[in-house]
Structures are given as C-alpha cells and as structure tokens.
C-alpha cells in the first residue's frame, strides 16, 4: 500500500476522483471511496485533494490519535490528518538512523527545496537549499547528497541515448521516464509502446545506484554498509525504489524514499528549529549539481536540461540560449522544434497524466511527429507532486505551483553551472567510474526494462 | 446606507458533494493569526475547529452554519455576555464563552459547538484542569476576513451562497413583478 | 385555498398608498403616538419600479408555502385560507425570507421589545392579508386607482372553469365550424 | 387648464408633456390611468420613464432642454402632412403664416440630435396626436420651470390650434399646476401684476376700480416677482427700490428657491422678515417675527383646484395654542398698520372680492355649496351660471376679435450645459408622498418614514457603475453654485448623463445646486437643467455622521424635538 483511502473518514465527495488521472477511485458518491490499486499510480494527487480530516465532532476525540498510530505517524504530529493519505516510512528510517552498523545516506529531489520551508511557516515557494541540507545534517544522516547530482547523470544517459536513437535510427519517439507514476502508467494502459520509454532508470535509482557503489568505494564502504534514503515530492517513489528491479549496486538501490512532508514531520519530531537554521552544503562529491540539475523539479524541465547538453552532444557548440523558453509553461500539452545544427529536433511536453492519452493515441494512430516526450504525472511536474506540503486551501493551489516554478527557474539562473555535463561531479564519475555514456557499466546500473509486470 | 439585517451563508444540498473545503477554509482564516497556521497542513499545531458544519442526511449533505438570526436564540440564552451583535452579525467572544451549552441548545440549527479553543498555536488549558477549554464554536462570516466567507470562495461547486438578505428581496420583488410582465396574468 | 391580493401593473401609479394603508391598519390608533419611535411603520408589501413596471409585491400565500417550511421553529402556520406568522415565536434566522421567491417577507423592528443586549426584536414581516382587520385587505380599499384586488378560490376555481369552457368550446369549433354563430 | 380635471379620462388622445402625474397629482393620474383603461391613445414626453411613460403609446424620452424643439417639430409634421384642422384655423386664429414660417426649419430629421429622438419617432407621435379627436394636452413643471417656458406653452397652445383641439370637452391644453392652491394664489392676486381674477395693475380703470372699493390709492406698476427678490435685497443701487422688509407666508424660499447660497444671504441681509407658517421651516431661521398658522383642518377658506374649479375646505378640528388663520393675522396686522380689516369670516372677504372680479362674480359660497364647488369664470349669481367646465367654447377666445393668436418661436438651449467640470445635467422633480417643501409632508411622521432625509438623486446604473455607487450610497453632487449630500439611487428610468432630486430635503436639497435663470416672462427659474458632478464619498461612515450631525442641527435650531432627540 502506497496510497489509500481510510473508509472511516472518508465522505464519498468524489473530489479525488476528479483528480485522478487514472480513474483508480472507486465508490458511490457520498460513500467512503476505495482505490483499485491495479488501476493506481500512487501519484498522490488524491492525497494532496482531500479535505475530510479527522474530526473532533465527527470521529471523537480519541479517533484522531487512534489513526496517527494506525498511519506509522510520529507522535509529534498535531496537523490535521485526512482520508487519503500516503504510506509513512520514518519509522524506518528513524530505525537506520539509530543502527551504528548503518552508514546512511540520503538524497533530495530536486522540488523538495522550493516547497518544504512552507510547511515551517515560510511563504509559498520558498527556495531552501542551505537550510534543507543543514537539517539533514541534524538528523543525522552520514552523507547528505542530491538528487540534482543524478538528474544530471540521467542526461547524459537519457541524452546519449536520443541523440543515438535520432542518428541512428532507433524507436522514436522517446519518452522519459523519470517519472514513476508515468512509468507504471504506461506499464498498466500501454504495455506496447515500452520501447518508446528510455531505458534510463529516473534521477532517484541512478543516484541509489551510484551511491551503493561508486559512492561506498570513495567512503571506503561495500554496498552493504550503506542505507539509502530519498527524499522526494512524490508519493509513487516510494513505490519506484520497491520495484523489483532496482537492485542493479547488488543490493536495493535506495532502501527507503520518505515525502517531502514525511521529513517535515521527521525535523519537527527532532525538535529542529527550522527557522533558525543555518545555510549549509550538500556533501561532496554528490552533492554538486547544476540548474539542469534542478529544473528537473518543474515540468518541462527535464526536457530543457536534455536539450542544453544534447545541442552540445550533436554540434559540439555550446547551446546559443541556455533559457530554453519554448518547452517552459504549464500547459497540459506543449510542442517545439529546436534546431540543433541540422537537425530540426521535434519535441513534446506532457504535464498532467491525463494529457498523455491523447498523444499516445496520436502516437499510434501515427499522427504524432516528434521525436523527444517529457511526460510528467502531476500537474506542473514535481513541484506539485503529491508528497509535497499540502495546501489547507485549492485557492492557493495556483499560487504555490507559481511560486515553486519561479523558485526553480531562480535557482536554476543563480547556479554557476548549468548544464549538466559541465558538472565536475558527473566529470568526475565518467572519469573515475563509468568511462563514458551509456557504456557498459553505465548500462548495467543506470538503464533497465520496465514493462516487467 | 448602514445595513439594518445581518448576512449569512447558506449552503444547497444539491451541488455540495460533502468535500469539507469550506471546513478546512474556515478553519484555516480563523487561524492564521492567532494560531500561527500558514497556507500548507504542515503549519497547523492545533484541532481544526470549523464554525460551519458539513452535515450528511438521509438525502445528502450540505454545510450547516449560523444564520445570524435577528433575535438571536443564542444570543438571547447566553447570560454570560459571550454572544453579541457586531455589524449585525452575532459574534461568540471565546474569552468570555464558560461552555455552558444555553447557546448550543438555543440554536434550532445546531449552527453552535462546543469546540477546544486553542491561543497562540496551542489548545488552551483550562485554570483547575488539564481538560481543554472550549468556545462555543459558530460562524462570525469572517468578519476579519479580507474577502469575506471563506467557506464561500473555498467551495469548488458554488454551493455556498453569501446572502444580502436586503438586497436579495429586492431582487425577488422585481422578478416578481416583472414575471406579471412577461405572463400578463393579472388581465 | 388561500387567498391573496395581486396588483395590476397596468393601472398602478406606484403612489404606494397601499403601503401607507398597510402600516395604517396594522398599527391603528398608534399612528399619532408624538414619538415616532413608538410605532412600526413596517409596511407588508413593497413597490417595484424598474423601467418597465411599478407594482406593489406581497405574499402569496402559497398553498404549500415554501417560508413555513424553512420555519426552524414552527412559528409559520396556515388558517383561514392565509399564511401567517407567530412572531412571538419568530427568531429572526430570515429562513423564511430566504426561502421566498417573491421577496414577499422581510425582518423587521417590533418597537418596544427588547432583546437580552438591549435591542429591538426583529422578525419576519409579511402580508396577513388584514387578519382580524375590519373590511379586508387595506391595500385593496386605498388604491387610488383600483390597481390591487383580493383573489379568492371563487375568483380562481371559477375562472379555471371559465377557461376550460372556452378551450373546449374552441376545440368543438373547430371540428363542427357550421354551429358557430 | 382649458378643461376640466374629470374630462381627462374622455380624451381620445393625451399629449402628457413634461408631466408626471403620479408623483405629482396622483388624482389626475388616476383619470390617466382610467383614461388609458377607455382606450386613450398616450403620448409620453418626458426624460425620464415616469408611469405615464410606462403605459404610453409613445414616449418621447427627450433630451432635458429641447422642449421647443420638438414641439416645433411637431408643429412641423402635422403642417406638412397636411394634418391641420384648416377651418379652425382660418375662422379662429391669427396669425398661422408668420407661424409656419418659424416651424418651418424645424423638420423631425432637424429636431432629431436636438431631442435625440428619431425623427420618425416624432412623425408617429405628431400624426397620433393630429389623428385622434378629441386631444388633449397636459403639462407640468417639466415645461414651466425652463428658462424658455412660456415659448413652449404657447408651442403648445399651436398645437391644438392647428388641429381645432379648443372649444369642446376633453380637448385643449392643461398645465397641470406644480402646488397646492397656486392656482387659487394667482386666482386672488398673489402676481406682482395683477389684482384677483387676472385684472392687470397697469390698467387705469381697474386700479381706479380697486381704489374705489378700498378707499386707498393703489399703485399703478408691477411689483417684484419672488425670484427677484434676492437681487432686490443685495445688489439693488436705489435705495429707494432696495427691499429692507419681506413679509413670507406659505413660503419656503429659502428651501425652494434656486441658488440656495443667495437666498440666504438676501434673507440674511434683509432688515426685517416675517415668516409665517404652519411649521418651522428653513426660512423661519432667518426670519425676525414667526407668526404660526392654521393647518389645513384648522381653518376655512375656498381653495382653486388646477381646472379653474373653486373648492369650499372647511374646519375639522380647533387650532391648539395661540394661533390664527391666515386672514385673521393679515386682518390684524393691516389694521395695526392703520388699514383697518374687519372681516367676520371667509365669506365676507369672499364676497368683496367676488364682486371685484367680473370672472369669479358667479362663484358664490351658496353655489360653490350646492354644485360641490364651480369652475371659473362664473360670471353671473344667478344659480343657472354653474361655471365654465372647459373654456374657449365655440372656438371663442378671451381677446378683442375672439380670435387665437399663432406664436412661433425658435429653440434655444438651456442656459448652462453640461461641461467637463460638471458633466452631468440635473433636473428638480416630485415624488409621491413628499410634496414640495417639506414643511407638510415632511412633518407627517407617516410620510418620513416612507422616505426621509437626506433624499435621493436618480441616476442611470450605467453612471452609478461608472461612478462605483451603489444604491443607497451617500453621495456628494456639486455645481457652480454650491453641494449637498444625498444618497444615490440607480434607476433605468433615467438615461446616461441625468440626474434628478426631489427639492424638499433639508439636507439633500438640490437647490444649493439649481441656477437662477428665469423665464423671461413668468420669471420661473430654470429648474429642470443646471449642469452638475457626482462625487463618490470614500468614508461613507464620515458622511452618515455628518448627514445625521446636519440633521440633527437643523431640528435643533428649529426648535424641532428638542424633548427628545437634542437632549439625547
């Protein structure tokens, strides 16, 4: 279970199920809703939808305890607590934490440090690096890496692999895959076009594969010694690191993903004062990143920062305008042709799942002429992912995706790299480790097959 | 012109689906102040306490809340003075609330709850007890509010209607009036 | 049934005379009481004048009236073909205004009650069609121009049966032309 | 009126211009309405959509100002289509050609961006009216109170002439008049240039007549007209022609007269005013003597109905405290001032004037008894002579050779338009229920609470929208001369552009705002059209205070409910 429905709390309001992309909430209207989890891709918009909390007046005063417990919630919380609700994983974590025999590390995706101050109080989109990096520190972790670090990775991996798919003629168009609950989308609706999706696993794996084993060898460490904890906006990577196949370092990948909401709670429970922490760096060497990097938290980005190093894998000319406006926005589905020399490279933007049926149908009724898809689940791509701080109010909602956004793209900007290949972390991975690109090793750990149902 | 009657919310069965956004909505702008409750879940440190009431019948469901009442029953059992008119709204001052319930039994719409009262992001003890105190919790239509009902704005199917009831009637007596235009019926 | 006065647009002046006759006989003798203050001067119809129309507005007294229904308190009842209200029950909670299409009821000061912080009670106002008031609706007899007239079952039912006559005979016509004179 | 008020609801056709029954004699709208209920073809001018607009057959929704040039056109139409009533033209009237030369120029397509009605809008309302027999005319403060009023009447007056509408029943034209009894007070004199029943002071055997009668000499020169006064007091160089006393009885001037801000001044500056009336009023607080009179219900006396119809009023109740009929303090006052006045009663005075004036020589207390009052002119005691119900029988008119005279004028525009300090025009009206000044209305508790102080201004909600008002908004509207404060109410009966106030708030009182340009013949002030701003109040709590404080403090210095409301 990732994702579920409490009956007990549930009203049957159905609001949800207006947000599902894949039509997974089933029930009568005014009846506690369940979720067919063959049909769910535990993105979590449900969960970031549902207002009917626990309620003094309506469940009692012992009911709102009873389900903390029930939900694996630290003590600590006081926040209300609603229907839907995603898995908690911090006893888990909180348990690593504990074991001296654990050398944990822990990795942040890219949208978790333009959203999670909001929970603190700060305001709607508030970019927190430094302190997010300090109050992983306090807790405790032993090596507080990025995500960035392996969102960089995965363009040269992704981007090799389009430029050869282009060049030399392989199955276009190609899909990211970054995106977990797109993933398992596809996986359950459209099992056919898996050769559409890159084989490159998302930022959260290639980092978990990296850190098991690369990483443990720089700290003198086996694979074995090491606990992997990602922090992430999403809900469905928690299902993602628990897939079967992600053990490529030889042991799981990453051990355990927590929300971006779980280690808020996980900082208060600690007694962490997040306002007065202090601005602090991610470790070395995983911990460099550059905007392409970053971008990956908003939609479009992951196709913008592919670009930035991709124009530069096929001209060998540094790209013209390292702002990629024409795949930025918000829309449900967006189209460019970039010129990159000769080629004219066609590419698409999805954002919000449900606006990937009707490309994929295009796709296959052979209408569609492009040759690079970014599809992202939630609605402007993870910084509206559903493990993010949820809103107490949907007349906010549009504000802080905005805020988010803008505080991505501000990052981006102010970062003295920004693109990924000019990143001396991944230089430096290619030089010590991998060799080059989708080379062998690369392949073996950073690339899969879905589609394994 | 100064108003004479007080406005009110009111809520239609027939679009509400029972989402409890107005809840949350009211909750949140009553606390954003006192108790320190930001725009996200994360911020909130105390029960969420609504003034209106999401209710489920047999036929449906639809929020409940205080209708302002002119004569307010409630206003008129509290013999403490916690309830008065401001603006022509009727207003529960939770300092002065003791709990006793004359309000809660008063009120023919149930529109009035005892609840935990919390200050300064913290429920709020009771002198002589560690029980928590309570308000009598009901709608004071936002009165603080920039913007007016929260309930209102926060609906995502408009079933939450802020009512003028001045204003409203005289619309009603115009369409009245101008039915009998479009009928002739009065020949 | 329940009766009730309508207005005719057509001869309507919007001098609002009705609704001084209104207040007039709902108050009787207190009207020249020295303190204005003293006496109610809540009229229980109300002009409309938009640019095409101007005639008084007042309560239906709809046969499943929608006001007593919204009534929490039960203080709205039927009796002698009229809706009525109990206003010593009334609380004021404009239910039953709220309730009404016609904008036929509104809240209003009774002058000289008092409410536990000292103000004025108010409570749902609407037509009571001259309830225990000598010669009728008082509207109807001020009009200047004989613009508001008591609908009673007889005035109705009688003309529904008018008009169902006709359309017959209209129907019958049509089939037998030659018995038309 | 040439006819009679009950005649009214026989006419074939009504051409109600500038006249708003309802809101200003709800008795004649009745006959309207009745009229209407016959069958009566309704021709509506008016700027605003009054009742009789509502259930007209044409409303002509004019342009305030433009009165004569729709009626030239409307002249126009019916000369050109050959609608006219030739014979009675030629055997009753003078005159017509030098007329048609005027109308001439005045085609509906030149009257149209004038009035801004269709040309053809006015084509169809001048062959309705040209068209049904017998027709009639009304008019009101909508045509009398523009500083080109006695042009239109007499516009008016051509139009029937034209189309033979004078001699017989519900026909000819009526000016509907603004107050109660101002017929009856030009009826017995009360004009700077007459005597009772209309005889001119200039005319030497009529003074010569008077004299005889009072045994006084009388002057031989028209007096001032009321409108005049305020110059008279202030700017007047002759000393001898200065006004030092002003005697006001039944009177307001200083509520209901243009350009407020002056007549406070001149009352202010005058050596000695009397005032007296049935209440305290705006005037009384400049006022040296307050002499308090009989209510209506307090006293008797004849009152002159707008149709010429003298009207017995009688006594109901005896006055309480020290206080007398009108007649009795002038009686008095006269005979202090070394004319001595002996009258027992009305009907003394009644008789002595009756017998002065050959029109109302018939109109006897016994008749006006016995036939529920009569109409003038009664000529003869006899009891046969019952009045005259509608006048010019046979197509006779009151001049030398019986006959009418034709009176063509051109159309000029109002005296102050609207500009782009002042961009909007507004224009004084009635409301039902308040009448006039509010020295009656006003003090009947009934009335104010249907409708009170500080008033209202009409105005268009495509204006208030633009403006930001709502209804019910306080508002401050200002002119050249002078603001008030009033509250805002939208209406589609008023178009773009107008506003419209009712002049009797004390605090709402448009005529701090109205101009003192006066008919050049009748001296009425221009009251329907002075240019004119609105202004949005931000702090709407100030200006209920402040409206409340203005109130308040008139009441007190009126002396009014000092018992309570002062002390509180």
């Known amino acids: 279970m990732i994702v579920a429905i409490d009956q007990n709390i549930c009203t049957g309001c159905r609001e949800c199920a207006e947000v599902c992309p894949a039509f997974a909430i089933e029930g009568d209207q005014g009846k506690p809703q369940t979720i067919n989890t063959d049909r769910c891709v535990m993105c979590g918009q449900c969960v970031q939808k549902c207002k009917s909390y626990v309620s003094i007046l309506t469940h009692g005063k012992e009911a709102y305890e009873k389900v903390k417990k029930e939900r694996n919630i630290p003590d600590s919380v006081t926040e209300p607590l609603f229907a839907a609700y995603p898995v908690c994983n911090l006893d888990k974590v909180k348990a690593a934490l504990a074991d001296p025999n654990k050398f944990t590390v822990v990795q942040c995706a890219p949208a978790v440090r333009v959203a999670i101050g909001e929970d603190f109080g700060d305001e709607l989109g508030k970019l927190t690096p430094g302190k997010l990096a300090a109050a992983l520190r306090r807790i405790g972790f032993d090596r507080i890496y990025d995500t960035n670090f392996p969102a960089d990775v995965t363009i040269m991996e992704e981007g090799t692999e389009l430029v050869k798919r282009v060049t030399e003629g392989g199955v276009l168009p190609m899909f990211t895959s970054c995106c977990p609950a797109w993933v398992k989308y596809m996986e359950n609706n459209y099992p056919e076009i898996k050769d559409h999706l890159s084989s490159a696993k998302s930022p959260q794996q290639i980092g978990g594969a990296i850190f098991k084993t690369f990483g443990a060898e720089i700290d003198g460490k086996t694979g074995a010694d090491i606990y992997s904890v990602s922090v992430m906006p999403c809900t469905c990577k928690v299902f993602e690191c628990g897939r079967p196949e992600m053990k490529d370092s030889g042991y799981r990948d990453v051990d355990v993903a927590i929300t971006t909401r779980d280690l808020a709670w996980l900082i208060k429970d600690l007694g962490i004062d997040w ?26 980005g992951v196709m913008e920062a592919a670009l930035r190093t991709g124009y530069e894998l096929v001209t060998g000319q540094p790209i013209p305008n390292v702002d990629v406006t024409p795949v930025r926005g918000t829309e449900g589905f967006r189209k460019a042709i970039i010129k990159i020399g000769d080629l004219e490279l066609k590419v698409g933007v999805v954002t919000g799942l449900k606006n990937v049926v009707p490309v994929i149908e295009a796709m296959k009724a052979g209408t569609l002429d492009l040759h690079f898809i970014e599809v992202m689940t939630c609605p402007e791509g993870c910084v509206s992912g559903g493990g993010q701080p949820k809103l107490l109010m949907d007349a906010d909602r549009a504000e802080a995706y905005a805020a988010r956004r803008e505080a991505t793209f501000v990052h981006d900007r102010e970062l003295p790299l920004r693109k990924s290949h000019e990143s001396p972390a991944v230089k430096k991975l290619y030089d010590e480790f991998l060799e080059e690109p989708n080379s062998h090793l690369a392949h073996h750990l950073l690339h899969t097959s879905y589609c394994i149902k | 012109m100064k108003k004479e009657l007080g406005s009110f919310v009111i809520g239609d069965s027939t679009k509400c689906t029972g989402c409890k956004a107005c809840e949350m909505a009211c909750f949140t702008v009553h606390n954003q102040g006192s108790n320190h409750v930001g725009k996200t879940v994360g911020t909130v440190t105390v029960p969420v306490v609504p003034r209106l009431f999401l209710t489920k019948f047999e036929y449906g469901c639809m929020p409940i809340q205080c209708k302002h009442c002119e004569n307010a029953p409630c206003l008129n059992a509290c013999t403490k003075g916690a309830i008065s008119r401001i603006d022509n709204q009727v207003i529960v001052d939770p300092e002065k609330c003791i709990g006793c ?17 919390a200050k300064d992001g913290k429920v709020v003890a009771q002198i002589g007890s560690n029980e928590t105190r309570v308000f009598a919790s009901k709608c004071d239509l936002c009165k603080d509010v920039p913007g007016g009902p929260a309930c209102v704005r926060a609906c995502p199917h408009e079933a939450l209607r802020l009512v003028d009831p001045e204003a409203e009637r005289e619309e009603k007596n115009i369409k009245a009036a101008e039915a009998l235009l479009l009928t002739k019926n009065w020949r | 049934m329940n009766y009730f006065v309508k207005g005719n647009p057509d001869l309507c002046i919007g001098c609002r005379t009705c609704m001084i006759g209104c207040v007039v006989v709902h108050e009787g003798k207190h009207i020249f009481e020295v303190d204005p203050d003293s006496y109610n001067f809540n009229p229980r119809l109300h002009m409309v004048k938009t640019a095409k129309i101007s005639v008084p507005v007042q309560c239906k007294h709809c046969e499943n009236p929608a006001c007593m229904a919204a009534c929490p308190v039960q203080a709205i009842y039927q009796e002698d073909h009229r809706v009525l209200i109990n206003t010593d029950k009334c609380i004021g909670c404009k239910a039953c205004a709220t309730a009404c299409p016609f904008g036929a009821i509104d809240i209003v000061s009774l002058a000289g009650t008092r409410q536990a912080d000292g103000s004025e009670r108010k409570v749902a106002n609407k037509c009571d069609l001259c309830n225990n008031i000598a010669g009728g609706p008082a509207c109807v007899r001020v009009c200047p121009t004989q613009a508001l007239s008591l609908v009673t079952e007889e005035d109705l039912g009688g003309a529904m049966e008018k008009k169902r006559m006709e359309a017959a005979r209209n129907a019958y016509m049509e089939i037998h032309p030659q018995n038309g004179g | 009126m040439s006819m009679g008020i009950p005649e009214v609801e026989d006419a074939g056709c009504l051409l109600c211009f500038g006249y708003n029954g309802a809101d200003s004699h709800p008795i004649v709208a009745r006959r309207i309405v009745r009229g209407r209920q016959k069958g009566m073809k309704i021709i509506c001018v008016d700027p605003r959509v009054t009742e009789t607009a509502r259930i007209s057959d044409i409303h002509l929704q004019l342009k305030g100002g433009s009165n004569l040039a729709l009626v030239n056109a409307m002249a126009h139409v019916i000369w050109e289509e050959g609608l006219t009533d030739d014979r009675f033209i030629q055997e009753h009237t003078k005159g017509y050609d030098e007329f048609l030369k005027v109308i001439e120029k005045y085609t509906p397509e030149y009257a149209e961006p004038i009035t801004h009605i269709p040309a053809d809008m006015i084509r169809q309302a001048a062959r309705m009216y040209a068209t049904t027999k017998p027709a009639m005319i009304l008019y009101g403060m909508g045509v009398c109170q523009f500083s080109q009023a006695v042009d239109v009447v007499k516009g008016l007056a051509n139009l029937a002439l034209m189309t033979g509408n004078f001699g017989g029943p519900s026909m000819g034209i009526g000016p509907v008049r603004g107050q109660n009894n101002v017929q009856g007070a030009c009826d017995m004199g009360a004009l700077p240039n007459s005597y009772p029943g209309y005889q001119n002071v200039t005319v030497p055997e009529i003074r010569e007549k008077f004299e005889k009668a009072w045994g006084v000499p ?57 005032m007296q009336d049935i209440y305290m009023n705006k005037t009384g607080l400049y006022a040296d003597v307050i002499l308090p009179a009989t209510a209506w219900g307090e006293n008797e006396g004849v009152y002159t109905c707008a149709d010429r119809g003298f009207q017995r009023f009688r006594k109901l109740i005896e006055p309480e405290g020290d206080l007398k009929p009108d007649w009795q303090i002038i009686a008095e006052i006269s005979t202090a001032m070394g004319y001595p006045m002996n009258y027992k009663n009305t009907e003394e005075i009644w008789n002595e004037m009756i017998d002065l004036c050959p029109s109302f020589a018939g109109a006897t207390y016994e008749k006006l008894e016995k036939y529920n009052g009569v109409q003038w002119p009664c000529r003869d005691k006899s009891m046969e002579d019952k009045g005259t119900p509608y006048l010019h029988k046979g197509g006779n008119f009151a001049t030398a050779d019986k006959k009418a005279l034709f009176y063509g004028t051109d159309w000029h525009p109002p005296l102050e338009m609207e500009n782009d300090e002042y961009p909007m025009s507004l224009s004084t009206v009635r409301e039902v229920g308040h009448y006039s000044v509010r020295t009656m209305t006003g003090n009947c508790r009934m009335l104010r609470s249907l409708e009170d102080e500080p008033g209202w201004v009409q105005m268009n909600p495509d204006d208030c929208k633009r403006l930001n008002l709502e209804k019910g908004e306080l508002v401050k509207i200002l002119s050249k001369r002078g603001y008030c404060i009033t509250r805002c109410l939208p209406t589609e009966r008023v178009k773009p552009g107008a506003t419209y106030m009712t002049y009797q708030w004390w605090i709402g009182a448009c005529n701090e705002l109205t101009l003192a340009n006066l008919d050049p013949i009748s001296n009425t002030p221009e009251y329907k059209y002075c240019a004119c701003r609105v202004e949005k109040i931000e702090d709407q709590e100030w200006a209920e205070r402040h409206v409340k404080e203005l109130y308040d403090d008139i009441r007190v210095q009126m002396g009014i409910d000092t018992g309570k409301g002062a002390a509180s």
């Open chain 1, 275 to 300: 306002a007065s922490l202090p601005e602090e760096e991610f470790d070395q060497p995983f911990g460099i990143y550059t905007g392409a990097g970053t971008i990956f938290g908003v939609t479009g």
């Open chain 2, 101 to 117: 319930k004359d309000c809660m039994q008063a009120c023919p719409f149930g529109a009035v709850t005892l609840l935990p009262y």
């Open chain 4, 218 to 274: 009388l002057s031989d020169k028209v007096g001032c007209p009321i409108t005049h006064v305020p110059h008279r007091i202030l700017h007047e160089k002759d000393e001898k022609k200065r006004i030092h006393a002003y005697y006001i009885f039944g009177e307001d001037p200083a509520q209901s007269d243009p350009d407020l801000a002056e007549v406070r001044e001149a009352l202010d500056k005058c050596d000695f005013v009397v």
